[in-house]
């Protein structure tokens, strides 16, 4: 279900990019000229929707081999411009994971429920000829939760209890540039979070606290501006995880 989301979504993305790009090729620079799609409006207010989707990332627990973690987030995020060139945003909605411990054959499943957090965005050097910049974005998000499933020994226990939280941070450094209605980046990125959870399964009881194996990691993206207030984007994480998000931005 998951894998089917993440490919209507890019669908849809590459359509907005199909129409924009003709109709840019078609008014040329008489309207763009000049204009850099990625920069950061001053008193702007935007609002959007964001699916975070996190395929594989190894975990470290305090004791015992490493930890497989799949997760996914569906978010809204809104964010404000108070300086030129400056983001903040909050993100709200709601999460789940899964952990594979796979040297204790123990597998454990979160309940559905709130992730909340935020960040900042900033443009640090703009390159004006050349149509590039480098920005910075860092963020925290946290995802309280319970204990949904938990398998021991190929063992179900759907009843089991317990509590789960992952905390994650991540700043990124990346460089941006622009072609007409459409900008793509890249860049490095400092990953890490701390996840701790209990749990009591037909009287089998467990804990750990666990961070990210590999804290360092690349990113891609590419933001499509379908006009000039509406934004949708793809960005992919390699090394420190394997992930992707997707989303919808529409600013006012």
Same mark, same amino acid.
């Given at each position: 279900?998951?894998?089917?989301?993440?490919?209507?979504?890019?669908?849809?993305?590459?359509?907005?990019?199909?129409?924009?790009?003709?109709q840019?090729?078609?008014?040329?620079?008489?309207?763009?000229?000049?204009?850099?799609y990625?920069?950061?409006?001053?008193?702007?207010?935007?609002?959007?929707?964001?699916?975070?989707?996190?395929?594989?990332?190894?975990?470290?627990?305090?004791?015992?081999?490493?930890?497989?973690?799949?997760?996914?987030?569906?978010?809204?995020?809104?964010?404000?411009?108070?300086?030129?060139?400056?983001?903040?945003?909050?993100?709200?909605?709601?999460?789940?994971?899964?952990?594979?411990?796979?040297?204790n054959d123990?597998?454990?499943?979160? #309940?559905? !429920?709130?992730?909340? +957090? %935020?960040?900042?965005?900033?443009?640090?050097?703009?390159?004006? /000829?050349?149509?590039?910049? @480098?920005?910075?974005?860092?963020?925290?998000?946290?995802?309280?939760?319970?204990?949904?499933?938990v398998t021991?020994?190929?063992?179900?226990?759907?009843?089991?209890a317990?509590?789960?939280?992952?905390?994650?941070?991540?700043?990124?450094?990346?460089?941006?540039?622009?072609?007409?209605?459409?900008?793509?980046?890249?860049?490095g990125?400092?990953?890490?979070?701390?996840? #701790?959870y !209990?749990?009591?399964? +037909? %009287?089998?009881?467990?804990?750990?606290?666990?961070?990210?194996? /590999?804290?360092?990691?690349? @990113?891609?993206?590419i933001?499509?501006?379908?006009?000039?207030?509406?934004i949708?984007?793809?960005?992919?994480?390699?090394?420190?995880e394997?992930?992707?998000?997707?989303?919808?931005?529409?600013?006012?």
């Open positions: 279900m998951k894998n089917i989301f993440v490919v209507i979504a890019i669908i849809l993305c590459l359509t907005f990019f199909t129409k924009n790009e003709a840019a090729l078609v008014v040329g620079d008489e309207i763009i000229a000049g204009k850099s990625s920069a950061i409006p001053f008193n702007t207010f935007q609002l959007g929707g964001i699916v975070e989707l996190v395929f594989d990332k190894d975990l470290e627990p305090d004791t015992g081999n490493d930890i497989a973690f799949k997760g996914s987030r569906y978010l809204v995020k809104g964010t404000i411009s108070p300086l030129e060139n400056v983001d903040i945003y909050v993100k709200i909605g709601a999460g789940r994971d899964e952990l594979d411990d796979g040297g123990v597998e454990i499943k979160s #309940e559905v !429920d709130l992730a909340y +957090g %935020g960040g900042l965005r900033a443009n640090l050097i703009t390159w004006e /000829d050349s149509g590039m910049h @480098l920005g910075l974005d860092a963020q925290f998000l946290r995802f309280d939760s319970g204990i949904d499933t021991i020994s190929s063992t179900r226990y759907d009843s089991a317990g509590n789960y939280t992952a905390d994650q941070w991540q700043a990124a450094l990346f460089l941006v540039k622009d072609f007409f209605q459409v900008s793509v980046y890249g860049g990125q400092y990953s890490d979070s701390s996840i #701790e !209990d749990y009591d399964a +037909g %009287g089998q009881r467990g804990s750990d606290e666990t961070e990210n194996s /590999d804290v360092f990691g690349a @990113l891609a993206g933001n499509i501006y379908v006009t000039d207030t509406v949708c984007f793809i960005e992919g994480h390699l090394l420190d394997t992930s992707i998000s997707v989303g919808l931005n529409a600013r006012f």
